[in-house]
């Protein structure tokens, strides 16, 4: 199993930026992604980002989102700018310890979830 401990995220006006941390403890994960859930929609893949550094982004955020990863800390990042309304939704952190994980945007990929950190982006 694998601890996934987030920080950051919190209130931002349109345009602003925020940068989500996940820090992860445990078994050594192979694959790694943020995800978003917003009131009465279904969770989304934001980000995903494998050990090669090899990453996706949902359309909706390429360009403004960045994920990154410091494997010495074993943490995971996700810079974001240009914020929207739009973003607004609790943000989760994944992991897979699978060595076959493919760093897909599909939640079932990920057996390891993060606490989850609101995001609050208004007009």
């Known amino acids: 199993q694998v601890q996934l401990v987030q920080s950051g995220g919190g209130a931002v006006q349109a345009g602003g930026s925020l940068r989500l941390s996940c820090a992860a403890f445990?078994?050594?994960?192979?694959?790694m992604g943020w995800f978003r859930q917003a009131p009465g929609k279904e969770r989304e893949g934001v980000a995903t980002i494998n050990n090669y550094g090899n990453t996706r982004y949902t359309d909706s955020v390429k360009g403004r989102f960045t994920i990154s990863q410091d494997n010495a800390k074993n943490t995971l990042y996700l810079q974001m700018d240009s914020l929207k309304p739009e973003d607004t939704a609790m943000y989760y952190c994944?992991?897979?310890?699978?060595?076959?994980?493919?760093?897909?945007?599909?939640?079932?990929?990920?057996?390891?979830w993060g606490q989850g950190t609101q995001v609050t982006v208004s007009s």
């Open positions: 994944a992991a897979s310890i699978s060595f076959s994980c493919g760093y897909g945007l599909s939640h079932n990929e990920y057996s390891n």
């Open positions: 445990g078994y050594s994960v192979h694959c």
